[in-house]
């Protein structure tokens, strides 16, 4: 019977437990391994069909679950090894680990040259003189305990001295062809991907129609390469090894590197680019951290003395006896910038003219239209009202756009533009104030 499958992807299927899913081995796994189910507690690896799984790789212990005995597993961590096998005569046996006394020599074993593993081997040994834990086999069934039998075999890639392994491969049942499980101690994680490749290449050999992308040729198997076949391999596999710990350098690298420019976004969200996404109170404030950072003296007019409460201008910028009056409005949706604001400074100019006896140099509409839409697809402000900005213009008026006045800081900030430029450029404009980065003062 014709039947389609959906849903159904390049083998192998692999299951990852105990990392973050969003950092690092994962996305190096996800990258050699395409289907990957990450698994962060027991709860999780219950939601997962594990019968449609061809591996496991685990890094930290899994309490009380049990993973399907089809299932390839490759193990790091100080946990149960996931493993139970009924050997012959009824007899069950459970691998467990057992605390090992500080010893001073170790072993690596034929399985690790076998497999092409012996220098990841060699680099997880425990130091000498330090405690490690050695893998021995726990007999659940003692009723014919007066019977020798000799438990199932672990081919070890380390051993301590006396024999035990320390880490190695086995089977996970007792029949024919049966799953393997890998393994080893937390000191193998730093090489965690080397281990999981290698594990891959040799469950190709036994099963490739499972892992398709990691079958080898025969000829290019340790048993079977000559001598100078071996010294190119090994050549190979040391560029490999040094070009990966480039890699995780680099990548650790990226990833300091882009936390900093989130901390430095999240700064610039919460300041400078409050000059396109702010209204009131902050935008006001921003307004005029800007203009101080091109060198004005900027004063907050409601700070003023003899105010009265009433609601003037929102700023006054002074500039070696130059004063301009500033308002500042903000408008969020499509809402653009208004005449009426422009009016609003009118009575501001009355009660300068009676206070210091003379007319201010400068009046500034400064206006945030569209707060927080995408500065380059909003309009000039006032293009509309022509006649109501040369009026303006001529009583010294000039509306400024936060787009234009971020973009004059960053300049001066980036060195592009002194402050004498840029304090000019906004003293010297009339009308609607247009920054061009490839203009030259005159």
Not at 24 to 31: T, V
């Amino acid at each position: 019977m014709n039947v389609t499958v959906h849903g159904d992807t390049p083998k192998p299927w692999v299951i990852v437990y105990g990392i973050d899913e969003h950092g690092e081995p994962a996305d190096q796994i996800r990258r050699m391994v395409p289907k990957s189910r990450f698994a962060s507690t027991p709860a999780d690896l219950w939601t997962i069909r594990q019968a449609e799984y061809d591996a496991a790789i685990i890094f930290e212990p899994i309490p009380n679950i049990n993973l399907d005995k089809d299932l390839y597993v490759l193990q790091f961590d100080e946990g149960t090894p996931q493993y139970v096998r009924a050997a012959h005569n009824g007899l069950v046996w459970r691998l467990i680990q057992s605390d090992g006394q500080n010893a001073e020599r170790f072993t690596t074993d034929q399985a690790a040259v076998d497999d092409d593993v012996a220098p990841l081997a060699a680099a997880m040994l425990p130091s000498a003189g330090q405690p490690y834990r050695a893998l021995k086999w726990h007999l659940e069934q003692q009723e014919l305990h007066s019977q020798r039998v000799d438990p199932p075999p672990v081919d070890s890639f380390v051993s301590e001295f006396n024999g035990l392994p320390i880490a190695g491969r086995l089977a996970r049942s007792p029949e024919a062809g049966s799953a393997e499980l890998w393994w080893l101690p937390g000191s193998a994680k730093p090489k965690a991907i080397e281990w999981i490749a290698a594990a891959f290449r040799r469950w190709a050999r036994i099963r490739p129609e499972l892992f398709p992308g990691f079958a080898e040729e025969w000829s290019t198997h340790q048993r079977w390469m000559t001598a100078a076949e071996y010294s190119a391999k090994q050549a190979v596999d040391r560029y490999r090894t040094e070009m990966l710990e480039e890699l995780r350098r680099r990548e650790a690298e990226l990833t300091r590197l882009e936390a900093v420019f989130a901390e430095t976004s999240a700064a610039a969200d919460a300041a400078e680019r409050q000059l396109l996404t702010a209204q009131g109170t902050p935008l006001v404030d921003e307004v005029a951290a800007a203009l101080r950072d091109i060198g004005l003296n900027v004063i907050d007019a409601d700070a003023l003395p003899k105010r009265k409460g009433d609601k003037l201008e929102d700023l006054r910028v002074v500039d070696e006896g130059w004063t301009a009056l500033v308002e500042v409005k903000g408008y969020g949706g499509r809402k653009t910038a208004r005449t009426t604001d422009i009016s609003q400074l009118g009575r501001a100019v009355e009660r300068f003219i009676l206070a210091e006896h003379r007319e201010p140099d400068a009046r500034w509409y400064v206006v945030n239209q569209m707060a927080g839409s995408d500065p380059a697809n909003r309009p000039r402000p006032l293009a509309s009202q022509p006649d109501d900005v040369e009026v303006f213009a001529a009583a010294g008026g000039l509306v400024i756009d936060t787009t234009d006045l971020y973009q004059l800081r960053e300049a001066f900030r980036r060195g592009e533009l002194d402050g004498d430029t840029a304090r000019a450029l906004l003293r010297g404009s009339k009308g609607i104030f247009n920054y061009d980065p490839n203009r030259s003062l005159e």
